[in-house]
């Protein structure tokens, strides 16, 4: 039988947790309210740490959902979903009526999902006004810009924070392209400081072709500022990231690394090397008919 006094080192943990909370609580509200603080904040140094990682795979979801939003208030002022309609078959609605739910386990199921679809419904007849869209926006970018901060290697994270950067009717803020270029380049160096996964070096890649965009965007709007001779520097980075992908996968491969991840995992890190290789051949296309041009 425990005595009363074994329950003292779990207060006194219970004490310390609650000091220690307290402090960081009131530390945090002094930070907040400074407005010329401009260092990057990163509490208990959780960005780009492992924990950062697990925390950015974990957010998928979310980002997903981040990402339709930002979509779907874009495009409201094209559509016609601003207000209630009785759906027909010329609505383009799919109008297939749903599989009924049966027993216990699926009328909690369909609950659940018509919870879901009622937490993202719309239920004001009105349409957003611009400053709610707008308001709306820049929370999505910051949510977004803190999921890519978790883990910057991270491909998808990465390329969803980029294309809603450089996209005029999503991002909200000023000198989009100079941002976005800034956060490939960031990007590259940071995946190619690490050694022991071969899938950030696709995330560099990924970055350096969307550099290689931005580029031949400049050019298309009758801007010279890049030659032909910088994109082919860029496009002779993405081959360096291709090349170290395969160098650390047959690593991988040889060790057995490989087979600790899921099929899924696999699948999806060899689709990603397939679409930045038809990246890297159509960047190189367009390079050589802008040196023809010449």
């Not at 947790?17 to 509490?43: F, Q, T, Y």
């Not at 809603?164 to 000198?175: A, I, N, S, Y």
């Not at 899938?199 to 931005?214: D, F, K, S, Y």
């Amino acid at each position: 039988m425990k005595t009363p006094g074994s329950i003292a080192p779990y207060i006194l943990s219970l004490c310390l947790i609650a000091a220690g909370s307290s402090v960081c609580a009131s530390l945090g509200k002094s930070l907040m309210e400074d407005k010329d603080l401009r260092v990057p904040v990163n509490p208990f140094g959780i960005n780009s740490s492992p924990y950062g990682e697990v925390l950015a795979m974990a957010m998928q979801g979310s980002i997903d959902t981040y990402w339709h939003s930002g979509i779907e208030q874009a495009g409201t002022s094209s559509q016609d979903h601003d207000h209630p309609h009785q759906h027909t078959a010329e609505c383009g609605h799919d109008l297939s009526p749903r599989n009924q739910a049966t027993g216990l386990r699926g009328r909690m199921s369909g609950f659940l999902e018509g919870l879901a679809e009622a937490s993202a419904e719309r239920t004001n007849p009105r349409p957003a006004s611009r400053a709610q869209i707008f308001n709306t926006r820049r929370k999505i970018e910051d949510k977004l810009r803190f999921a890519y901060q978790l883990d910057p290697a991270h491909y998808a994270n990465y390329n969803t924070y980029h294309f809603f950067l450089t996209e005029p009717e999503l991002g909200t803020r000023p000198q989009l392209t100079p941002q976005a270029a800034g956060l490939a380049d960031k990007t590259i160096r940071y995946c190619l400081g690490k050694n022991d996964d071969p899938r950030p070096t696709l995330t560099a890649a990924a970055a350096a072709g969307n550099l290689l965009e931005l580029m031949f965007t400049d050019r298309a709007a009758g801007k010279s500022r890049f030659s032909t001779r910088v994109m082919r520097e860029y496009l002779q980075l993405m081959d360096q990231c291709i090349a170290r992908y395969r160098l650390i996968s047959g690593q991988w491969a040889a060790t057995g690394q490989w087979e600790l991840l899921s099929p899924m995992r696999r699948l999806e890190a060899e689709n990603r090397l397939t679409f930045t290789l038809k990246v890297r051949d159509a960047a190189e296309n367009t390079i050589l008919r802008l040196e023809r041009e010449e």
